[in-house]
């Protein structure tokens, strides 16, 4: 059984994300320390992209941040191995095609290779050869679908990372589709629209969740829109685990370097309500 | 699995909460493309409403004063609201009503498309938000001011760059907020399949009239068609009918800015590198982290950091040529076509006719040009005077 699958076998999982180099690298090591401390079963580590499309205010002003910051994917790489050395708990990376696509790749368009498939390949190589070095069992990509996942899913294979799916309340007869292929944990996405906090989810979790299980027994996680330990409860009853980005970046944002106490608070006392 | 392919380039890279919307619309589109009642009240829209066809006309004083080729403006910007942008949108927007949608939203840069949408939308009595880049808002006051009256609203974007691709981005976000009534009425042949191929299809009209125009005025295919290129719309509608006559060279002119060894430029071919972005696998202007570049050109409409997927086929195989056009050769041009034929050309347009003053004198006189003039320039007067230190009020 997978590290990420194993977090599940617990009980219901928690499932923080943050992201990388906000407000710096250092505050997100210890907030990492802190959140598998305070009872995170899995950690979402979202590597910062220019242009988030699947993002809410919140989590793109968080990328733009990290960004200004001057943080880089091979620096949040050697964060993570350092990170190895004290946590054991799986690490997924959320971040966009692009970053994993292009990691390293300086060939210009007008170049004679560049238009081959082994440009494309390399970048994807490149990245998840050093993700599976730094320690990371997952990783997440928003904008690659069921249809696209070709160009990621043999890599991520080759170097033992599991390409977490994701199916949102849209996907109706594709949900058993992507189940069936599906590795780690299902990230069903709780609501329309791009992350943020929301103070109703009126999705049929529960409809959407049972598909998942006529399909396959791959654990389900419910994100978009959580952030009370309420939420979490209600989403909890009906799912394995619960993902929640916003609530804690909102953390982030308000109380900058000073934030852990504030976020270790917050997960102890999500991991309480879905327990 | 995946559709929408051009060579290695395009396909579906979205979230999976559009995975069906995207679906539904390439089935009505594969429905309608080929639907006689469809295509009867397109082209009924297209020839009272827009006016095409659009005039070939022959440039005879630029012609002489460049002593080269024969050369013919597509006039493009004697469309309905002044650029190639309408013949996409109000396709795009019948399409949508046929689907049963009641609201539309698009991006916009120039604001052409954004005008073109709103148009659509007004005629068709469909609700229709516009997305645009905060920058440009300032840039293209007056297409603002164009869509209000319209009927459309228009919502700034602040994010990043503030300009198209973070309107594309945040009309994507809306697009997933909501779906059931809504379409997104896309303005460039970019975005997942099937964008690319209806859009340049919606287009291709341009290239159908070149050829028949010329076949008919000159007895013959001309000998190279140029057109500007942001996400290349008018240019794969200028080119598309051209690309199995391997006689006619297409050339693609993209927006250098301040040139293509600084950062300030938008030329994409020139400077960019494959990556996948906004639905896409095509060539994009991003760091070795895959970061996305914050691009710049004077032209709002070609200040795009990527590339359509049929363009970057067009450019692997070699049938369709691209060039780098900067700001200042492009400010030249619109003075020169302005001042020579009484034509004042869109920004966007008048980089083309800036690599077509270098091209001509280098072809002999029996050779014939063609230039995609894809707007008019009314709407970037006050931007170019802004350019050349005179401050007007618009």
Known sequence: MSKIREAFEGGKAFIPFITCGDPDLETTKKLVLAMAQAGA??????????????????????????????????????????????????????TYANVVFSYGNTRRSGSEEAGGDNAAIGGTEAFLQKAAEAGVNGLILPDVPFEEKEDFAPACKKYGIELISLVAPTSQERIATVAKEAEGFLYCVSSLGVTGVRSQITTDIGAMVSLVRQASDIPAAIGFGISTPQQAKEMARKADGVIVGSAIVKLIAQHGRDCIPYVTEYVKQMKEAIS | MSKGRFGIHGGQYIPETLMNAVNELEEAYNHYKDDPQ???????????????????????????????????????????????????????????????????IAETGAGQHGVATA?????????????????????????????????????????????????????????????????????????????????????????????????????????????????????????????????????????????????????????????????????????????????????????????????AMLHDSGRAKYVAVTDEEAVEAFEYLARTEGIIPAIESAHAVAYAKKLAPQMRKDQIMVINISGRGDKDCAAIARYRGEDIYE
């Not at chain 1, 733009?64 to 054991?88: H, N, Q, W």
């Not at chain 2, 808002?137 to 300009?163: D, E, I, S, W």
């Not at chain 2, 076949?215 to 509608?237: F, W």
């Open chain 1, 41 to 94: 079963d899995i950690i979402e580590l979202g590597i910062p992209f220019s242009d988030p499309t699947a993002e809410g205010p919140v989590i793109q002003e968080a990328n733009l941040r990290a960004l200004s910051g001057g943080v880089t994917t091979d620096k949040i790489f050697e964060m993570v191995k350092e990170l190895r050395e004290s946590v054991s708990i799986p690490f997924v990376f959320m």
């Open chain 2, 38 to 104: 469809f295509n009867a009240e397109l082209t009924e829209l297209l020839n009272e409403y827009v006016g095409r066809p659009s005039r070939l006309y022959f440039a005879e004083k630029m012609t002489n004063d460049l002593g080269g080729a024969k050369i013919y403006l597509k006039r493009e910007d004697l469309n309905h609201t002044g650029a190639h942008k309408i013949n996409n949108a109000l396709a795009q927007v019948l399409l949508a009503k046929k689907m049963g949608k009641t609201r539309v």
């Open chain 2, 119 to 311: 148009t659509a939308a007004a005629l068709m009595g469909m609700e229709c938000e516009v997305y645009m880049g905060e920058e440009d808002t300032k840039r293209q006051a007056l297409n603002v001011y164009r869509m209000r009256l319209l009927g459309a609203k228009v919502h700034p974007v602040t994010t990043g760059t503030a300009t198209l691709k973070d309107a594309v981005s945040e009309t994507m976000r809306e697009w997933t907020n909501r779906i059931s009534d809504t379409h997104y009425v896309l303005g460039s042949v970019m975005g997942p399949h099937p964008f690319p191929t209806m859009i340049r299809d919606f287009q291709a009209v341009i290239s159908k009239e070149i050829k028949a125009q010329c076949l008919e005025k000159e007895g013959r295919l001309p000998d190279c068609v140029l057109a500007c290129v942001g996400g290349g719309s008018n240019a794969i509608g200028a080119f598309y009918h051209f690309i199995e006559d391997e006689s006619v060279e297409l050339i693609g002119c993209e927006a250098a800015g301040r040139g293509i060894d600084t950062f300030e430029t938008a030329a994409t071919l020139a400077t960019g590198r494959l990556g996948i972005f906004h639905g896409m696998k095509s060539y994009f202007c991003q760091d070795e982290y895959g970061q996305i570049a914050p691009v710049y050109s004077i032209s709002a409409g070609l200040d795009y950091p990527g590339i359509g997927p049929e363009h």
